[in-house]
């Protein structure tokens, strides 16, 4: 009766002017979700697994925080409607499972859905927000993913906006990622609302394709890149466009998980890996925690890149960072090896966005390469090289002092 009076005060005092929580993501968060490898697979063991080797494998050294849950850890709610997590799966409860990976220097994140039930069937938050989030911040949740299965007649921008007060209003300070798939323009009313919010349908093991499921499609790499142009201006620190969880490790070509780590890093897209940690391998885990690119990725400016040049299947996509460095990459969509042979001095960068020029018969920039972490020269020399197939060249242009 007690938590009941103190639920019904917990609505009572919510402000009308209830927000996010500011300043909880002000670089893309990077971590780790369960779905796109394990889906409803999931219990207890593979959880506490998973943090023990995201701290072993140097992938929180790299700046890897979270632990997410997705679908599937819901039981039944009790008596008075609060959620209980599914007591087969996840026998020790969910704040055993958070103070574990607490105890890790971890963060720890969880699933709901804001219809009446979660995309694979479990109860969904939809009624039941407040007391959702009052049994989050009980638990020590650090992270929410809320998805939008099964909302017939609910309006996208409300429905977010009530979970975002029912966080606030719960007191602890919890990352909201919106996951509406972008039928709903998030990136418009977003900013507000959530730290983060999904720019398309499901991504799947695919550089460049698409995999039809009857009633929705999930995307390849390259189909969500391209899938939104123009919604850069809408991201920056604490509101991201999120191109999804990762498929590195889970079965693309070297090349291709190269290419699609680079593109997320790019984008300034959240870097949430979706593979086995427990079973990757090295080639897999020195993509993940590559320092250099994720430093593209985490530049405290937030500015998401954009393709600068295309000429057949070869795109450049560039990124301004911070000290008016620049990221450039160049990425083969074709199935065939590329030579490339780009002049820097016959070019000029311009970002309106951000008001940044680089223009390079003027100003001299040493050029990095990433992947190989070298130095390779200047912007006085052109830069030649050859890039297989589905693959990158990442470059990291600062200028000469």
Excluded at 291 to 319: C, H, R, S, T
Excluded at 354 to 360: A, G, I, L, S, T
Excluded at 370 to 385: M, R
Aim: aromatic share 12%.
């Amino acid at each position: 009766m007690k938590k009941l009076t103190f639920f019904i005060l917990l609505i009572l005092s919510t402000s009308l002017y209830a927000q996010k929580f500011e300043g909880l993501a002000l670089t893309p968060p990077m971590g780790w979700n369960s779905w796109n490898y394990f889906g409803c697979d999931v219990d207890e063991a593979i959880i506490r697994q998973t943090a023990d080797i995201m701290v072993t494998s140097g992938m929180k050294d790299a700046g890897y925080q979270y632990i997410v849950i997705d679908d599937c850890w819901h039981g039944e709610r009790d008596n008075l409607g609060f959620i209980q997590p599914d007591p087969e799966r996840f026998p020790s409860g969910i704040k055993a499972l958070a103070d574990y990976i607490h105890s890790k220097g971890l963060k720890f994140g969880i699933y709901s859905d804001a219809g009446w039930k979660t995309c694979a069937g479990r109860p969904g938050s939809r009624g039941y927000e407040y007391q959702d989030a009052m049994k989050y911040a009980e638990w020590g949740v650090d992270y929410l993913k809320y998805d939008w299965c099964n909302t017939e007649d609910l309006n996208a921008k409300g429905a977010f906006m009530t979970m975002r007060n029912a966080l606030y209003a719960a007191g602890r300070p919890i990352v909201f990622s919106l996951c509406e798939w972008g039928n709903n323009n998030p990136w418009e009313w977003g900013k507000d609302v959530g730290h983060l919010w999904r720019i398309s349908g499901d991504i799947a093991v695919i550089f460049d394709g698409e995999e039809g499921h009857g009633t929705w499609t999930s995307w390849g790499v390259l189909q969500i890149l391209d899938m939104r142009e123009g919604i850069r201006i809408y991201a920056g620190p604490d509101h991201w466009n999120d191109f999804d969880m990762m498929e590195v490790g889970n079965g693309m070509t070297l090349s291709e998980d190269r290419a699609h780590f680079t593109l997320w890093c790019m984008m300034a897209s959240p870097l949430m890996a979706g593979n086995d940690l427990r079973n990757m391998s090295q080639e897999t885990r020195e993509i993940l925690t590559n320092n250099e690119v994720i430093a593209v990725n985490q530049d405290p400016l937030g500015i998401q890149g954009f393709k600068y040049l295309k000429k057949d299947e070869l795109e450049i996509w560039v990124k301004p960072l911070k000290e008016d460095e620049l990221a450039v990459c160049f990425l083969n969509r074709g199935m065939a090896t590329k030579k490339i042979e780009f002049n820097w001095e016959d070019h000029f960068i311009k970002d309106d966005f951000v008001h940044k020029e680089y223009k390079f018969d003027q100003t001299e920039y040493q050029v990095r390469d990433l992947w190989i972490k070298k130095n390779i020269g200047t912007t006085k020399k052109s830069y030649v090289s050859t890039i297989a197939s589905h693959d990158v060249k990442l470059l990291k242009l600062s200028p000469v002092k």
